[in-house]
């Protein structure tokens, strides 16, 4: 709970505000002790490893010895006894330097464990010098195979693809051989703990990573408890800035008569909102790349100015001020967005991330329906405002959880202070974490070509990129304009107040849930299997869900459509929202994990991009569904849109059979 504490903001400000001296980690602990595997990286004359040796193995007490020598020996079949008259040396006496003590034992085995070698002492020497040479050969083969990364003498980063985080691995994946092996390694049973030499480079730079494969700092390695913990608290702050969109709904008519504004003006107040939330991504998802900023900060800063801009927006006399104020707390909310999906990949490998990514979709789906649940009874029971006001009531909790318990995620911003600590207690300045390399080599104009260029680069010169992110910010948009077809259709039809219209948006959280459900046993008993016995197969294979899901995208348009009459009972239509539902939450998983496989060294800007194409044709149907509705009605209106889905599906089909062509003449995809 300590470590909570200390990893979460809270603590991080109080280590600042103390220097150090409380909430310490264990590099500035009194008994810390550097990992033997370090010691030697150190290490560059032969008397310093025979230093090492002493302070591993030092010299034993005599009559220990012999009683534990004598007892080994009098165990049949030991391997690893001393014969104790073989090591009487010439006057008849114990020659000491040669009984292996408990304590040689175990130095022997750790160094086996990190590539060592067996080292003997004094009397050894000779032999000593001779395995010193292959002994830091074998160390440095040891290193590459269990080190995070490794960079050649220009600095350039040469990552290897096993214990690093799963966003990171990828964005250093450059085949498919690469991401099968990444699959492989996320697959395998979990194994001993074992040490992790640190790479050391030709200009003599250590490179710090996770002291052992289970190291408790390594965001993949963390209890259950604590990745559970993290997973809710960012699935919540998701949930209240979804929220935040469509909780203004029921509030459009009491904006329009407060202000004298058409109903088509007052929607900018959800439309800016959802256009915010798109552009934010843009900014904040490379920022929370950078190893010495991480994910914390963007989350905390930005989320704390959005809870304080709630107060101003629910007191405005200005309807200009209004909307600016909204476009604000779009924008201040979306790191939730752009890196919700990254802090998961930080927790889980890449064979769990599907798990953690659809509750992660959850918050985010349901957000925006239970937003009118929530307003509709208070903004008909009091004002307009009210919708505003809960925002904050929501909101300000849910930052102050943040801000006591939510731990960075980020592995390279992690080891990046690991070495600052380490340099700091051994005053060795060649400790240095990869991320402070690739640091070091980042510059302004790489930062803004990845940030602003590249996400729409990318949707401009692949074909599959661009009708992925069109037919999701299709499915999006339509989405968002039930937000203005429901009250035409629950309220003017049937005859609903506000907060009875909200309830109507249940049916949206039941189909998630019933999606999630049946996507996860898809995962679990299919998907997961064929991975360990067959390996990762062709990306395509992500999609056969897909296939089945794209029809019910059309299926639920229609019923909604040609149902939504008095004559009908009004769960008739509820279904068909629920159908829809069903279909879009999962086309939306399947894409999402079939990007990230065929182009996994762009996958920060493909979702960058893909998030602000949905959100901008989301906020443009905000804006367009009403007058739509309006002259078209809405089973027409409706069918015209599940037109547009139909069309699609013909894509999928084209991306799930003929999908290995487009990624050979693709150049961007992995080969």
């Known amino acids: 709970m300590s470590d909570l504490f200390r990893d979460a903001p809270l603590g991080q400000i109080i280590r600042w505000v103390t220097k150090n001296r409380v909430l310490q980690y264990p590099e500035e602990r009194s008994d810390f002790i550097l990992p033997f595997s370090y010691k030697i990286a150190e290490a560059t004359t032969t008397e310093s490893l025979e230093d090492i040796r002493r302070e591993e193995s030092p010299l034993p007490n005599v009559d220990t010895v012999l009683r534990t020598a004598s007892q080994s020996g009098s165990q049949p079949g030991s391997q690893d006894t001393t014969d104790v008259e073989k090591e009487v040396d010439g006057d008849g006496g114990y020659d000491l330097e040669k009984i292996k003590t408990a304590k040689d034992l175990e130095f022997e085995a750790q160094g086996r464990r ?24 074998r160390l440095r083969q040891t290193s590459r195979s269990l080190k995070t990364t490794k960079t050649n003498r220009t600095g350039k980063s040469v990552r290897s693809i096993e214990r690093i985080p799963t966003q990171t691995a990828l964005a250093q994946v450059r085949t498919q051989e690469d991401l099968e092996q990444q699959l492989s390694n996320a697959s395998m049973p979990r194994q001993p703990s074992q040490p992790i030499a640190p790479g050391k480079l030709d200009d003599g730079t250590i490179l710090v990573d996770w002291y052992d494969t289970d190291d408790p700092a390594n965001p993949q390695n963390w209890t259950f408890g604590k990745k559970l913990l993290t997973l809710t608290l960012i699935c919540l702050y998701t949930l209240a800035v979804y929220m935040g969109s469509a909780i203004y709904t029921p509030s459009t008519q009491g904006v329009s008569q407060r202000f004298g504004v058409s109903t088509t003006a007052a929607e900018l107040g959800l439309s800016l909102y959802v256009l915010a939330y798109g552009v934010g991504p843009m900014l904040f998802s490379p920022i929370s790349e950078i190893p010495v900023i991480g994910r914390n900060p963007p989350y905390i800063i930005t989320f704390a100015i959005f809870v304080i801009l709630t107060v101003p927006t629910a007191l405005v006399e200005d309807f200009a001020g209004l909307l600016v104020l909204r476009f604000l707390l779009g924008f201040f909310g979306s790191p939730c967005l752009a890196t919700g999906g990254a802090s998961m990949g930080d927790l889980y490998s890449l064979i769990k991330l ?8 959850l918050a985010a789906t349901c957000g925006p329906a239970l937003g009118p649940i929530i307003s509709g009874f208070s903004v008909d029971a009091e004002n307009w405002r009210w919708s505003l006001w809960e925002m904050l009531w929501l909101a300000g909790p849910i930052w102050i959880l943040l801000f006591l318990f939510l731990p960075e995620t980020s592995g390279p911003n992690i080891l990046l202070h690991r070495a600052r600590r380490l340099r700091a207690l051994t005053g060795d300045d060649r400790l240095k974490s990869q991320s402070e390399i690739d640091q070091a080599n980042l510059h302004p104009r790489q930062v803004a070509l990845e940030a602003l260029w590249r996400p729409i680069g990318l949707m401009l010169l692949d074909p599959a990129i661009a009708f992925t992110a069109v037919y999701i910010a299709l499915l999006y948009g339509i989405y968002y304009s039930f937000f203005e077809a429901f009250p035409l259709v629950y309220v003017d039809i049937y ?3 506000l907060g009875q219209m909200g309830l109507t948006f249940l049916s949206i959280t039941v ?20 991975i360990r016995a067959n390996g990762l197969g062709a990306p395509e294979r992500r999609l056969i869900p897909a296939l089945f899901a794209a029809w019910l995208c059309p299926a639920g348009l229609f019923i909604y459509a040609w149902t939504s009459r008095a004559d009908v009972h009004w769960i008739v239509s509820v279904v068909g929202v629920g159908i829809f539902t069903v279909g879009i939450f999962i086309l939306i998983q399947c894409i999402f994990l079939y990007l990230p496989f065929v182009y996994p060294q762009y996958a920060a800007s493909l979702f960058a991009g893909n998030d602000l194409a949905r959100s901008t044709l989301a906020a443009g149907a905000v804006l367009f569904s009403g007058p739509l509705f309006g002259n078209l009605g809405i089973g027409p209106g409706v069918s015209l849109l599940a037109a547009f889905t139909a069309a699609c599906i013909a894509g999928v089909f084209v ?16 080969k």
């Open 511 to 530: 189909a998630v849930l019933i999606s999630i459900a049946s996507y996860w046993s898809y995962i679990y008993w299919r998907v997961e299997p064929d």
């Open 354 to 361: 599907p798990y953690a990514i659809c509750l992660w979709a």
């Open 114 to 137: 990190s590539g060592i070698g067996h080292i003997r002492n004094a009397k050894g020497d000779k032999e000593f010098e001779a395995h010193r040479g292959n002994s830091a050969e």
């Open 495 to 497: 005859g609903f107040n």
């Open 655 to 670: 991306l799930f059979y003929y999908g290995d062509k487009l990624r050979a003449r693709s150049r961007f995809a992995a």
